[in-house]
Each structure stands twice: as structure tokens, then as C-alpha cells.
């Protein structure tokens, strides 16, 4: 069982900056892939960006790829998502996801995922 608490978020203007971490407490931090999700009102939840066990692979979804960047910090159980350049579109609650896998190194489907948090609500206002 794998405990995560994301934080983090809240109101930024188009342009500014977050950066959201999700604190994981339970099993061991280092045996899963971690990813972010992201939930719009009205949409789907969809894939934002993941990272492998060692943090050596990076996968990011086409709307984000060079404002987001996905990172982990092992000895602290942390993973953290910085957010550039934002925009209104990115508007929606956060969510961290862990993944107990070996390869591939990481995923994007939303149904590997085996555990996730209670998300942080990011606002980009224009």
C-alpha cells in the first residue's frame, strides 16, 4: 500500500510558475513509476507527465513537453511536477499516481496506475 499527498497548487496567472510535490509514504518509494494526471470539469482525466523508478526516463504529454518538467527525489519519497509558462488551459486538479513496474519504465495509461492521491486544484487565470 502506497500513501500519496499531493500539494502544491492553487490560483497563478497565465505565464507564472508552480511547482506541485506528492509526499509517498507505505511500501518502498523507489520500486514504482510515478506519474501525474491532470482533471479538467466536464473531461477526462489525462495523462500530464511520468517518471521511472531511478528517475532516468521521462515521458510528457504533447500539450505540456517543454513547460513541465516531471522529477523525483528518492531519499525524500517525493515527487515533483514543475509547471512553466502557464496557461488557463492547464486549469484542473493534479493528481500523483504510483505504479509498481519494471518495464517499460513508464506509462501513460491511467488504468496501470495502482494507487493515487486526493489531487491539488491548480487555477490559471488569463
Known amino acids: 500500500q502506497v500513501h500519496l499527498v499531493e500539494s502544491g497548487g492553487g490560483l497563478v496567472q497565465a505565464g507564472d510558475s508552480l511547482r506541485l510535490s506528492c509526499a509517498a509514504s507505505?511500501?518502498?518509494?523507489?520500486?514504482?513509476?510515478m506519474g501525474w494526471f491532470r482533471q479538467a470539469p466536464g473531461k477526462e482525466r489525462e495523462f500530464v507527465a511520468g517518471?521511472?523508478?531511478?528517475?532516468?526516463?521521462?515521458y510528457y504529454a504533447d500539450s505540456v513537453k517543454g513547460r513541465f518538467t516531471i522529477s523525483r527525489d528518492n531519499a525524500k519519497n517525493t515527487v515533483y511536477l514543475q509547471m512553466n509558462s502557464l496557461k488557463p488551459e492547464d486549469t484542473a486538479v493534479y493528481y500523483c499516481?504510483?505504479?509498481?513496474?519494471?518495464?517499460?519504465?513508464?506509462?501513460?495509461?491511467?488504468?496501470?496506475?495502482?494507487?493515487w492521491g486526493q489531487g491539488t486544484q491548480v487555477t490559471v487565470s488569463s
Open positions: 499516481a504510483a505504479d509498481y513496474r519494471i518495464s517499460p519504465p513508464v506509462v501513460a495509461g491511467i488504468h496501470e496506475y495502482d494507487y
Open positions: 507505505g511500501r518502498t518509494f523507489s520500486s514504482y513509476a
Open positions: 517518471i521511472s523508478r531511478s528517475g532516468g526516463t521521462t
